[in-house]
């Protein structure tokens, strides 16, 4: 199995955005998130769409905004659609890849990147299946005052596959990252640098 490169290099440092005027606007929904392109909610920082664009082309969906992870940071939810999609994120959403970008004082960075695998800067999350995941189910669960928005991915069924359940996402404020949790929903689980043992180890 290759070594874990993916996140080696700053994603999104090189894309730039001017800093005055940045700081993001308070959300009138709960939690202070809103739902993406389309919703009416207020835009935020100057450049996302730009930024969206260049991970995901011009497809791409903004599904979420705001300080999705109360850390004090603008982050972004967005995603490459599986197949047109509309309504509630609650009800869950079909796609092919997905990335969490933050703020940062002269630009985004990437702070989560759902794929063929589940992964942030440390390495893939607990529960990512060995093999590589062709599609994915997004549903954006309650947000927590310490831990920001829970998101839930769940790898889509592939003919002779046993399914792999969901694995559930928040941010973790002691070491400043996505992580996933247990099964009950309550600590969370260091990443593993390579998947060459299985990762399935929420239930």
Same mark, same amino acid.
């Given at each position: 199995?290759?070594?874990?490169?993916?996140?080696? /290099?700053?994603?999104?440092?090189?894309? /730039?955005?001017?800093?005055?005027?940045?700081?993001?606007?308070?959300?009138?929904?709960?939690?202070?998130?809103?739902?993406?392109?389309?919703?009416?909610?207020?835009?935020?920082?100057?450049?996302?769409?730009?930024?969206?664009?260049?991970?995901?082309?011009?497809?791409?969906?903004?599904? /979420?905004?705001?300080?999705?992870?109360?850390?004090? !940071? *603008?982050?972004?939810?967005?995603?490459?659609? !599986?197949?047109?999609?509309?309504?509630?994120?609650?009800?869950?959403?079909?796609?092919?890849?997905?990335?969490?970008? =933050?703020?940062?004082?002269?630009?985004?960075?990437?702070?989560? $990147?759902?794929?063929? *695998?589940?992964?942030?800067?440390?390495? *893939?999350? $607990?529960?990512?299946?060995?093999?590589?995941?062709?599609?994915?189910? /997004?549903?954006?669960?309650?947000?927590?005052?310490?831990?920001? =928005?829970?998101?839930?991915?769940?790898?889509?069924?592939?003919?002779?596959?046993?399914?792999?359940?969901?694995?559930?996402? $928040?941010?973790?404020?002691?070491?400043?990252? *996505? =992580?996933?949790?247990?099964?009950?929903?309550?600590?969370?689980?260091?990443?593993?640098?390579?998947?060459?043992?299985?990762?399935?180890?929420? $239930?």
């Amino acid at each position: 199995m290759n070594r874990f490169l993916l996140f080696a /290099l700053p994603v999104l440092a090189c894309v /730039l955005v001017p800093c005055a005027g940045c700081q993001a606007p308070a959300d009138s929904t709960a939690g202070g998130t809103t739902a993406g392109a389309g919703s009416g909610g207020q835009e935020g920082p100057p450049g996302v769409q730009a930024v969206a664009e260049k991970l995901f082309g011009s497809k791409v969906r903004v599904l /979420l905004k705001g300080d999705l992870a109360h850390n004090g !940071r *603008y982050h972004v939810l967005v995603l490459d659609p !599986r197949a047109p999609v509309a309504g509630d994120p609650a009800s869950g959403v079909a796609f092919w890849r997905a990335a969490v970008i =933050q703020k940062e004082d002269k630009g985004w960075m990437e702070v989560l $990147r759902c794929d063929e *695998y589940l992964k942030n800067s440390s390495g *893939y999350l $607990r529960g990512t299946p060995l093999a590589p995941v062709s599609g994915w189910q /997004l549903q954006v669960g309650p947000a927590d005052d310490k831990r920001g =928005q829970q998101l839930s991915f769940t790898p889509l069924p592939v003919k002779g596959i046993v399914s792999v359940p969901a694995i559930k996402v $928040r941010w973790n404020p002691i070491v400043n990252r *996505y =992580q996933s949790l247990d099964a009950a929903n309550q600590t969370f689980l260091a990443e593993l640098p390579l998947l060459e043992t299985p990762a399935s180890e929420l $239930r």
